[in-house]
């Protein structure tokens, strides 16, 4: 009676490994706690403890073979006296852990994972205010259904002027100028969105939605399941999200956990000018309710935006703003401004860091983070917000449950300071992150 | 507005397929049948029966937690909303909803709403929508007494009236928001709330079928034609506890029974139509006869019905593209 002895996991989340070494050969005696092999991970090295006794019939998997799948046959062993045929074992039931896990041996798991953007050609320099106007402009050509609707967007042009020119060429039955009444406005484009239009809500600040926030949890995103999939609520929620420039607490806070949270929403954060327009547009076709989070401090800064009519980005993709080997740090609107400029400083004294763009934060592109980690071995995560229950302590989480075995340093957060937001200039710097915040974060954990 | 036999009738067997399909909740609800919470609407079913006889297939509404009376007056299924109740598959949300949520989009009913005041704020959206597009459409809010009391409902106000739109508002005051009075915590009147946005409003007595279809007739007609919005104030009452368990400690002694012998809208329509010799009581039995078998029979279907399969519970969450 022979035995298949199989590929040991090291831990719960290991998925293969590399056969190190073979401590036995073909012929020899095995007895029970006998070290066998050495198995190799990145993260470690394990011995492997014969279970049954018996000789050593044959070797399946030679030493120095990587990327062996855990379960995966890799020696026979047979009782004494047996013999043992030459002809190969059956195949193993296939892990279908293991199987979806990316080859070792493949030479970069990111590049797999994280598609770099497509090309979309020629670009323009806008700002990011330009680069969201036109994106309602365009998505309101091609679709008579769609209409903006909040304070000030239509005679004022926006109280940020993100709606400039919209009410000329679209005229006042599209673009809703609305009494500041943000519960009642907010249930209506909801029930408007119910009933076959597809309203785009301009929150003065998402400071003023927490007035409407019962409509956009209780309807918007609940009501599809409510109903068997009945109702849908295809609507974007779009405006200034989180801190601007002394404007006090009431105005300066980040809502990004709280919808993140949400079942049924889907939550956006664009950073660069050519996320405002591509992500818009994706959040203006969905048939879902998307809370699209922009920041008043980016509204004026300029990027490159592809000038191809079709340029969309999708939801739920992030992006990998500068390649790195050290450290993974993960941020999303105007914090992946500051987490490049801990990267420039980290790279002067000679610390390679990966910045992540998440763009998306529902659904959270996951794939893109852990393959980063995995390649880095550390993580840090970088928001605006506050600390508990935020958007760090979710990808921290993702990260421990994902591939806790390729962290060489338990992962950090970075994050505003767990205070309403001060007035004071002073005050309110000391309060948010700032690059020597995240270098200090990094140089801790490398 | 004078109606025909077949309306007569036709109304009169909306309000007993309510009136049976409550009492028979209540009671299969005391019977420990019915897995979730429930408010019911017995006595209050001249209302939802005199608004939405006016209402066509291009009109919605938006409900309340009382919502299962307007359900059947917009002509959702009744084994649907049984089936529903008691968390079913053949529910009409198939068993996600409940009570609460109750919802048929292709019948107009845009849900029964957990939320006290959460109706008003959509129904204008359904009206924009319908303003938009150029339907034809109106809708109509059904609230209590207590949603009265919600911001959203007087910021719907302001916005229907500042936007024209074809909506009707319909406080339906029994008297209770959950046990609070309303005599007592409802300030001004609502006629004078509604007259401080600027909209039409009139105060009918909710046991009258007539009274209310007439008010609902001349606001639907007005919403239609351009003429923005309205509001129907009916005072009426309940004969259940706000929730299925409550013990209805605020209520006096003998109020219901004497509600319910006195002010019932069943006998006041039965009475009327057949002393002006319009219908005949044995037309009126015959629907009483009919309706308790539909109501038995939407329980049997209910309760033989197959429980949700547990691959539902992840769907529905997003419209995937």
Wanted: glycine share 10%.
């Amino acid at each position: 009676m022979s035995t298949q002895i199989l590929m040991p996991a090291l831990s719960p989340t290991m998925t293969e490994g590399k056969l190190a070494k073979w401590l036995k050969k073909v012929g020899d005696d095995v007895r029970s706690g006998d070290v066998i092999a050495e198995i190799e991970t990145d993260k470690a090295t394990m011995e492997v403890e014969a279970v049954d006794e018996g000789k050593l019939a044959k070797i399946l998997v030679e030493e120095g073979a990587e990327g062996v799948a855990v379960n995966t046959p890799i020696a026979v062993l047979a009782s004494d006296g047996e013999t043992v045929s030459a002809q190969p074992p059956a195949a193993p039931a296939p892990a279908p852990i293991a199987a979806a896990a990316p080859l070792a041996a493949a030479p970069a798991p990111v590049a797999a994972a994280a598609a770099p953007d497509k090309d979309w050609g020629p670009t323009t320099p806008q700002t990011v205010r330009e680069a969201l106007r036109d994106a309602m402009a365009l998505e309101m050509r091609a679709d008579d259904r769609v209409f903006l609707l909040g304070e000030e967007v239509a005679q004022y042009q926006g109280a940020y002027k993100i709606s400039q020119g919209l009410l000329d060429e679209f005229g006042p039955r599209r673009v809703i100028d609305s009494p500041i009444t943000e519960h009642a406005f907010t249930g209506m484009a909801v029930g408007a969105a119910m009933n076959g239009l597809r309203p785009i809500v301009e929150f003065m600040t998402f400071n003023f939605a927490m007035q409407a926030i019962d409509q956009i949890i209780n309807s918007a995103a609940k009501t599809l399941y409510m109903s068997g999939g009945q109702m849908g609520c295809p609507i974007v929620f779009r405006g200034p999200n989180g801190a601007a420039s002394r404007v006090g607490a009431q105005h300066s806070q980040c809502y990004a956990s709280w919808y993140a949270h949400c079942p049924g929403l889907k939550v956006v954060a664009p950073w660069s000018a050519a996320d405002a327009k591509g992500l818009l547009r994706a959040a203006i076709r969905d048939p879902n309710p998307v809370i699209f989070l922009e920041n008043e401090i980016l509204y004026g800064q300029t990027g490159d935006v592809p000038t191809d009519a079709d340029f969309v980005l999708p939801i739920g993709k992030a992006k990998i703003e500068r390649a790195g080997t050290d450290v993974t740090i993960v941020a999303f609107s105007i914090m992946v401004g500051t987490a490049l400029k801990a990267a420039e400083i980290l790279a002067e004294q000679g610390v390679s860091a990966e910045v992540i763009n998440l763009r998306s934060l529902r659904p959270l592109d996951t794939e893109t983070i852990v393959a980063s980690v995995k390649k880095t071995s550390r993580l840090v995560s970088v928001e605006e917000g506050w600390p508990f229950a935020g958007i760090g302590a979710e990808i921290t989480m993702q990260i421990v449950e994902n591939c806790f075995d390729w962290l060489d340093a338990p992962p950090a957060r970075v994050h505003g300071l767990d205070v309403p937001l001060p007035y004071a200039a002073n005050l309110e710097k000391l309060a948010l992150p700032q690059p020597d915040w995240i270098v200090n974060a990094v140089k801790k954990l490398v | 507005m004078q109606l025909n036999r077949e309306q007569l009738l036709a109304a009169y067997r909306m309000m007993r397929t309510i009136r049976d399909f409550e009492d028979r909740v209540h009671t299969e609800f005391s019977a420990g049948g019915i897995p979730g919470f429930v408010h019911l609407y017995a006595g209050e079913e001249a209302s939802a029966v005199g608004i939405c006889m006016n209402l066509d297939e291009r009109d919605k509404i938006a409900s309340t937690h009382r919502g299962h009376g307007h359900c059947i007056a917009k002509g959702c299924d009744v084994d649907g909303m049984m089936g529903e109740i008691f968390g079913k598959s053949n529910g009409l949300c198939g068993g996600k909803g409940g009570s609460m949520h109750i919802a048929d989009l292709s019948k107009g009913m845009m849900g029964a709403n957990g939320i006290v005041g959460g109706g008003p704020p959509l129904i204008c959206g359904a009206a924009l929508t319908a303003k938009t597009l150029k339907t034809g459409g109106v809708a109509v809010a059904f609230m209590g007494d207590g949603a009265s009391n919600q911001g959203t409902t007087m910021e719907s106000f302001n916005l229907a009236k500042a936007w024209n739109l074809p909506v009707i508002f319909v406080v339906e005051d029994n008297g209770y928001a959950e046990s609070t009075g309303s005599n007592w915590s409802v300030s001004g009147t609502q006629l004078g709330r509604a007259a401080g946005f600027g909209i039409p409003a009139v105060q009918v007595d909710g046991l009258d079928f007539f009274a209310i279809y007439d008010a609902a007739h001349e606001a639907v007609e007005r919403a239609r034609n351009g003429g923005g919005p309205s509001l129907i104030h009916g005072k009426l009452n309940r004969y259940y506890g706000h929730f299925e368990g409550d013990a209805m400690t605020y209520r006096g002694e003998g109020e219901v029974e004497m509600l319910r012998r006195d002010h019932d809208p069943l006998n006041f329509f039965r009475k009327r139509v057949t002393e002006a010799g319009l219908l005949e009581a044995a037309q009126l039995d015959e629907i009483d006869a009919t309706v308790q078998a539909e109501i038995d029979a939407s329980v049997v279907k209910a309760k033989g019905a197959a429980m949700p399969v547990a691959s539902k519970l992840l769907t529905d969450v997003y419209v995937s593209y």
